[in-house]
């Protein structure tokens, strides 16, 4: 059982990128599956989250509008569209599974339930 992050790399800022989350050994669509990020020297946040019931999408409000996030459930991948860059969105970022509870409706990275090693996005001005 495995979830990898991909896609990260380094832009400049104005620039897109498109992370993905690729399950292996389950069925991604069967869980809630977040992004979560973590900057040098900071806690690690919620950045957006994805519902297994109805598809909901949930975003971190700091991001006004420039994350999306979706699933393609004939690649077993949650996908996490990032545009317009900007240096401080520079961190690692990790996709995570919940199966039951408010985790993910509410970003909290700490009741995620499994996690995939992260991917380095960094942003240059």
């Known amino acids: 059982v495995q979830l990898q992050a991909s896609g990260g790399g380094l832009v400049q800022a104005g620039g897109s990128l498109r992370l993905s989350c690729a399950g292996s050994g389950f069925t991604l669509d069967n869980y809630n599956i977040g992004w979560f990020r973590q900057a040098p020297g900071k806690e690690r946040e919620g950045v957006s989250c994805?519902?297994?019931?109805?598809?909901?999408?949930y975003y971190n409000n700091s991001i006004q509008g420039r994350f999306t996030i979706a699933r393609d459930n004939s690649k077993n991948t949650v996908y996490l569209e990032i545009n317009s860059l900007k240096p401080e969105d520079t961190a690692v970022y990790y996709c995570?599974?919940?199966?039951?509870?408010?985790?993910?409706?509410?970003?909290?990275?700490?009741?995620?339930?499994?996690w995939g090693k992260g991917t380095q996005v960094t942003v240059s001005s």
């Open positions: 995570a599974r919940e199966m039951w509870g408010s985790a993910c409706s509410s970003l909290d990275w700490t009741g995620m339930d499994f």
């Open positions: 994805i519902s297994k019931t109805n598809g909901r999408t």
